[in-house]
Structures are given as C-alpha cells and as structure tokens.
T-cell receptor, first 114, second 113 residues
Framework: TQLLEQSPQFLSIQEGENLTVYCNSS?????LQWYRQEPGEGPVLLVT?????EVKKLKRLTFQFGDARKDSSLHITAAQPGDTGLYLC??????????????FGKGTKLSVIP | NAGVTQTPKFQVLKTGQSMTLQCAQD?????MSWYRQDPGMGLRLIHY???????DQGEVPNGYNVSRSTTEDFPLRLLSAAPSQTSVYFC????????????FGSGTQLSVL
C-alpha cells in the first residue's frame, strides 16, 4: 500500500494553462515536501510545509498543506515549458519509529507544451 | 561547492557480478541515504546512516550493503547483482536526520543483464 498517493500520474497541458496536482494519505505527517526532478538529475527540494492549513508561494507555484496534515496540493499558474518535470511529494510521519524518514509518492509527470 | 557526488553515472553488470556505487558529500552532513527509483514505484529507501559508523536498513535493503567509515562517504555495495536491481540509484544527504532539506546526487543508472 502506497502511503502517499499522487494524482494525476501524468499531465500534459498547453503553455499558459493552470494546473493542480495532489498528494493524499490516510496518515498524519509532521511535514510534507515537494520536489521537482528533471531527466537525468536528482530531485530538488521546492518547499516544505509543516503547519496544517499552511500556504506557501514560490513565484507561480502555490503549495498548500491540508488542515489535518494528511494531504497537500501544488498549484501552478500560467504554466511554462520550464515547469516540465516530475513532481514528487514526500512526507515525514507524525509519530512512530523511523519518523524522520521521508516517504515519497510515485510522482506526477508534467509536460508543458509550448 | 560540489554537494553530493555520485559515481559512476551509468553502469552495466552481468548477473552475479559485484560492484560499489560511490557517494560523497562535502557539506559535513550527518545524514546520508540511498534510494532506488523505478518506473511507477517512486523513490524507495534502501539504507541510511545518521553518522559515521552508524547504518540502518530502509524499506528495500535486501541485496545491498553499506558502510559509513567517514562523514563524507557512503558507498552502496551490490554483492551479487540481479536483474531486479536494474534501477536508478540516488544518494541523498542532509545536515541531520531531522533536517528538512535533503540534497540529492544526480544518480547512477544501473542495468543488470
């Protein structure tokens, strides 16, 4: 069973469109991160959210942590071809053994067509 | 600042061969880890270390060994490679286990024939 479910798995949109990707779980996380990975490279951290209901903005990207700290979303406004990549969410469980270990979702592969 | 350096970038092995994937970081990070990334499976933790001389198993440790003799280096050893170990391997580090910012290397693409 996947602890973190990401949707959609694939997304292909035209430049200038808006999009939202989701990261959902039945577990409570002490924090949740979003990474972007480009082909042939390792993931790069975009943001960490730690408080239920928290909203963070990074230029055209808006990240939200659910009130119950079980889910998160990433919204991109006016997508650009440079946004193309694999978006991964990763969470640290709220409690229990190994709570400092990151659990990753399977990712959303985004293609922005010029 | 080199960050996390992985070598080699690509490797092809025959079943049964052994090899070591190298990982080095120059940020004085306590925490280092190895992940494998497979299509449709996401990143899965193989082994991790919270400091020199300390290692522990992650989600998928079978077939892999690690050691941490220095703060900088965290090699991953495949003792007898199997086709199921064909994957992309990433090394990652952070300042300490609870630190939120994980730095990844650029990966090693391994094929086992």
């Amino acid at each position: 069973t996947q602890l973190l479910e990401q949707s959609p798995q694939f997304l292909s949109i035209q430049e200038g469109e808006n999009l939202t990707v989701y990261c959902n779980s039945s577990s409570v996380f002490s924090s949740l991160q979003w990474y972007r990975q480009e082909p042939g490279e390792g993931p790069v951290l975009l943001v960490t959210v730690v408080t239920g209901g928290e909203v963070k903005k990074l230029k055209r990207l808006t990240f939200q942590f659910g009130d119950a700290r079980k889910d998160s979303s990433l919204h991109i406004t006016a997508a650009q071809p440079g946004d193309t990549g694999l978006y991964l969410c990763a969470g640290r469980l709220h409690s229990g053994a190994g709570s400092y270990q990151l659990t990753f979702g399977k990712g959303t592969k985004l293609s922005v067509i010029p | 600042n080199a960050g996390v350096t992985q070598t080699p970038k690509f490797q092809v092995l025959k079943t049964g061969q052994s090899m070591t994937l190298q990982c080095a970081q120059d940020m004085n990070h306590e925490y280092m880890s190895w992940y494998r990334q497979d299509p449709g499976m996401g990143l899965r933790l193989i082994h991790y270390s919270v400091g020199a001389g300390i290692t522990d198993q992650g989600e998928v440790p079978n077939g892999y060994n690690v050691s941490r003799s220095t703060t900088e280096d965290f090699p991953l050893r495949l003792l007898s490679a199997a086709p199921s170990q064909t994957s992309v391997y990433f090394c990652a580090s952070s300042y300490n286990p609870a630190n939120e910012k994980l730095f990844f290397g650029s990966g090693t693409q391994l094929s086992v024939l």
